[in-house]
């Protein structure tokens, strides 16, 4: 009987040894059992390092929910079967590379970004001049400005191209709105500085082109370029739905195509010229100068008549202007075969004398096409012509001191350019 007694007692201290020893489960101050989990001694609040998990992610002992914090400090939560991601940002990665923000908006893998409203905000992915588009020399590429926003201002989307010229020439830069109703605006840029600084005159300005009259024909720059690189900024303002025709930003914006071109330029001749000096008609008393040209340009791109007053000794007389710089006055002429054009006139006057004009015997005046290409100049006298009166179609004089519009026309630029009088 003793030693039954005692066999007993000693199954039973084996036993209380057996439900004492920890060394075969893994049982942490949490309660939760880690199967093959290691206790990190040097985590304060128990977190076990899964030895099965080769990126190191952790077991917060202190999260309810069960969910890991990675490697990388982000988050899977144990309560997404999905597998979702929450980022240390607060965003979430959804499994398909999406991104839903803080905000409940979706930024797609494109970069796009889908409100909450379930509108998508996907600008032009050249919307800002940093990300300008390549447009490579001989390509035309198809553009818009819907949901475009305006870096120089607010209210005037605008996108970005990036030009590279491999050689110095001429090059030709033509914006064609794809729907009439919109006035074209094409600038040109050595670089992306303006931006930056958002100021509309700068040093890296370089020239513009814009076509107001909003009925599909096209902005046109045409400039002789050195080899580098340029930025050109396309602007389409809406001319709709205003009576007086002035013009606004399209907030909804529209399509367009750019094309990038070199060409061969042409030398604008004068045929004959006409210059007359007309009497005071203004407040100051200030008199005026008129010209009438006829002439030729193959490329049918001229823009102004540059000139040169001078003295009974050929002295030149109006030299109040920068070192380089021409007088000069707008003329665009209305073309015919070959770039033939006829009465084409031109006309200083403003708010200021022209230096020289009261004691000018002759002027000195050459054409200048939109490339910078000077043609020959030619040297007259005065002399004095009537005003004209001029019909519809028919070309004309904005400042009307050569010309008069019948009744009920203006002299505005038609399709191409040219000064005209219509209604």
Known sequence: MKFLYATLAASLLALSFTACDDDDDDNDSDGAVNTDATADASTSDASTTDASTADGSTTDAGNADGSTTDADGSTTDASTSDGSTTDTDGSTTDTDGSTTDTDGSTTDTDGSTTDTDGGTNDAPANDLCKDAAEVALG??????????????????????????????????????????????????????????????????????????????????????????????????????????????????????????TQYTPTTPSITSVTASIQEPEDSEGHRALALRINGKDEGKDVEEVAFELLGVNNEVLNTDREEGELD???????????????????????????????????????????????????????????????????????????????????????????????E
């Open 328 to 422: 000069s006055l707008p003329l665009y002429p209305k073309y015919g075969d070959n770039g033939v054009f006829e009465d084409a006139f031109a006309s200083y006057f403003e708010d200021r004398a022209l230096t020289g004009l009261d004691s000018a015997v002759s002027i000195k005046v050459w054409l200048i096409d939109a490339a910078g290409v000077e043609g020959e100049a030619q040297t007259v006298g005065f002399s004095s012509f009537s005003v004209v009166e001029r019909n519809e179609g028919q070309t004309c004089d904005r400042h009307e001191l050569a010309t008069d519009c019948a009744d009920g026309l203006a002299c505005l630029s038609d399709a191409n350019g040219a000064d005209v009088c219509q």
């Open 139 to 260: 390509q035309t590429v198809t553009g818009t400005t819907v949901k475009a926003h305006g870096e120089l201002y607010e209210d005037e989307p605008d996108v970005f191209y990036k030009l590279n010229v491999a050689a110095e020439g001429y090059y030709e830069l033509t914006l064609t709105p794809a729907v009439n109703g919109f006035a074209p605006e094409l600038v040109l840029w050595k670089d992306c500085s303006a931006f930056l600084t958002k100021e509309s005159v700068h040093p890296s300005y370089i020239d513009h082109d814009y076509n107001d009259n909003a009925d599909g024909s096209p902005a046109k720059l045409l400039k002789k370029l050195a080899a580098g690189s340029y930025i050109a900024s396309v602007t389409l303002r809406d001319h709709r739905d205003y009576d007086d025709k002035a013009l606004k930003a399209a907030a909804e914006g529209s399509t367009f195509t750019l094309a990038f």
